[in-house]
């Protein structure tokens, strides 16, 4: 078996064993998982984040545009180009759940692949407002 590279172990166990597991509950459990992790590691800037994707080996996160309520961030690495069949639903929780901590309000987020690139866009609702 020929090795792809470093992340190796990392891919085996993200793309395959979690699949396994979790069967067909797998991207909603890898969504509130993110959102698990996100209230774990609590970020306050969006900098900070861009930070915790690149040590966390979950791509280059870049924050494309920025409403009121919205906002839309592009996820890249190097391995989206290849045959990439991984789920993005972690990403999207744990910015989903960080962008909700900023704004105390609900928040949630959904994830698409358009030519290599993750688009991930977060909605919040700022009507709907969490109490501290």
């Known amino acids: 078996m020929e090795s792809r590279d470093e992340t190796f172990g990392y891919d085996l166990l993200r793309n395959d064993i979690l699949k ?3 069967g067909q509950e797998h991207d909603s459990i890898m969504y509130w998982v993110g959102k698990a992790l996100a209230r774990k590691y609590p970020l306050h800037t969006i900098e900070e984040t861009i930070d915790f994707f690149e040590k966390a080996n979950w791509g280059t996160l870049s924050l494309v545009k920025e409403k009121k309520q919205e906002r839309l961030f592009e996820l890249r690495g190097e ?6 069949d991984r789920c993005y639903q972690l990403e999207a929780g744990f910015l989903a759940q960080q962008v909700e901590t900023w704004l105390s309000s609900y928040t949630a987020a959904t994830q698409t692949k358009k030519k290599g690139i993750i688009h991930i866009q977060v909605e919040s609702d700022l009507h709907d407002t969490i109490e501290a």
């Open 20 to 22: 396994e597991v979790f």
């Open 79 to 84: 391995w989206m180009d290849k045959k990439d």
